[in-house]
Structures are given as C-alpha cells and as structure tokens.
C-alpha cells in the first residue's frame, strides 16, 4: 500500500525510524506498514557525528535504495531542505523518488540545517519555501508520492509565525504538514485543532527533545494521521552497543551477553539466508542449450 493509502485507514500511520536495510528489514518483520528513513540517523550510524547537516543528497539516496532494494514498505524519507534552491529540490524529488521513496519530506531551514531539536536553527523566507513545495509537486512522477513540508518556525520566529508558515505550505499544496518541535500539549491541540480536518499532519516523537512523548492512540486522538519515532532504534542500539562492548572488552567473551544477541544461526534467520541461497540455486549450472 502506498502512504497515502495507509492514512486512509482507521487509526494513526506509526512509522518507526530507520537508517539501514537491516532496521528497515527488522522493523518490517516486526509489523511496521511504514518506516521513516531519518536523515540524524544516517549521520549519526554513517558518520558517528550529528545531525547539522553534513550528510549528502547521495549519501541519503545510497541509503533509500538499498533499503528498498530490500523491502517493500513505504518509506518516508528525510530530504533536509532539498540540498539547496528550488532546481535542487526538484533534482532530489526525481533521485528519490526514482530510489522508491513513498513521501519526501522537506524542511525550511537554510544552510547549515541542523535537528529540529537543537537550537540555532535558521530558516529560508516563507516564500522560498513555497518555491520549493511547489517545484518539489512539479517534480514528482506520481501523486502517490507524497511531498511532506516541515517548517522548523515554532522555535526561531515562534508558535503563531509556524502557523502562518504551515497554511503558506498548505495552500501551495503539500500533501502533508509537519510542524516542528511543538513545546506542550496546549500547542499541540492548538496545530491540530487548525489544520487536522483539512490536511494530515505528522507528529515527531523525539525522546528527550522539545515535544512531549505521546503515545500514537493518544497522537492520533489530538488529531494527527503520522506519528513518527525517528531517532529512538538508533538511541536503542547505540546503548545495547555500549553494554556490549563493555562486556566484551572486560570479560574477554561474550558469554555474559549471550542471551541478548542473536547468535551465528539467530541472524541469518533473519536476513533470510538459506532462502537467498536457495534462489542462487536456480542460476547455478545452466545448460547453455536449454
């Protein structure tokens, strides 16, 4: 099903982080009917460095397409601010959604861009923005695609300023609206109660961050359709990491940490091995006269 498919139906779409064909895999295996492709968690497993904008326009591509040269899931995909002008956006949309991508979703932040939820953040004008909603549906191939636009506004010009922004952004015509780093509740109900009956909006669950930790039911009751946890596998596994290496390193094995780790056999149940190496088997030896 495609994403806009997937908001149809009853319920908020929760489409849990991910930043490689492994976690993409793992989160379909699990239940996922979506997944999120978050550009901090790219940077964060690629380069072991922040998210403040080193990570590429290839960098992210490279990624999408080995995750959906291995999964079939929709994904929504982190594409910044486009990776520059207007021509940039429409470049990214076409490279993406060539890649597979189910919704991209664009920010309005200038350069250097940064998380969400950190501070110092700066933004483009509201009119360059709607240059790029508008280049970014003009570049699309198919209106399953969907173009998602963010405005970073709540924590630079403010909460009315974001609102403004966001029905600039609607108006232009994106898909989905997603307002960042909303700071309570009250400012939540106060974006829904605006824009939920007229477009979806996303909701970004960032432990530790600016915007209270909601459940999806209770997301989805405030008048959200997206809810997304874009960071938490990355903040789940980089702690399991360091209990691991600790282990290791002190007990010289990893018997200790046995029955939290998959062994040899556990991951290659998962990666599906033998049913990769019985599709080789069809192409191994063919008679060139048959």
Not at 35 to 53: K, N
Not at 69 to 86: K, L, M, Q, S
Not at 244 to 250: A, I, P, Q
């Amino acid at each position: 099903m495609t994403i806009r498919e997937l908001m149809g139906n009853e319920g908020i779409l929760l489409a849990p982080g991910i930043y490689d064909a492994l976690s993409g895999l793992i989160a379909t295996q699990t239940g996922a009917k979506a997944v999120y492709l978050s550009g901090a968690s790219i940077a964060y497993t690629r380069f072991g460095r922040s998210d403040i904008g080193l990570v590429s326009v290839s960098e992210v591509h490279d990624t999408l397409a080995a995750i959906t040269d291995r999964i079939e899931t929709p994904v929504i995909v982190d594409a910044d601010n486009g990776f520059g002008n207007a021509l940039n956006v429409q470049r990214t949309v076409r490279y993406f959604e060539r890649a597979g991508a189910g919704a991209i979703q664009l920010e309005d932040q200038s350069f250097p861009k940064r998380c969400g939820h950190l501070d110092g953040k700066k933004l483009v004008s509201c009119g360059e923005m709607v240059g790029k909603v508008k280049a970014a549906l003009d570049a699309r191939q198919s209106d399953d695609t969907l173009i998602i636009a963010r405005t970073d506004a709540r924590a630079v010009e403010g909460l009315e300023a974001a609102l403004d922004r966001a029905e600039a952004y609607r108006e232009a015509g994106a898909d989905v609206l997603f307002i960042e780093a909303p700071q309570s509740i009250d400012e939540m109900r106060l974006l829904c109660d605006r824009f939920a009956s007229r477009v979806p909006l996303l909701a970004n669950m960032v432990e530790g961050g600016k915007t209270p930790i909601k459940s999806a039911d209770d997301l989805a009751t405030l008048g959200y359709s997206i809810a997304i946890f874009p960071g938490g596998a990355v903040r789940a596994i980089s702690r399991h990491l360091q209990a691991y290496y600790n282990g290791l390193l002190s007990d010289g094995n990893n018997a200790a940490f046995a029955d939290r780790m998959h062994d040899f056999n556990g991951l290659n149940e998962i990666i599906e091995t033998s049913a990769l190496l019985e599709l080789g088997k069809n192409y191994e030896d063919i008679d060139s006269t048959d």
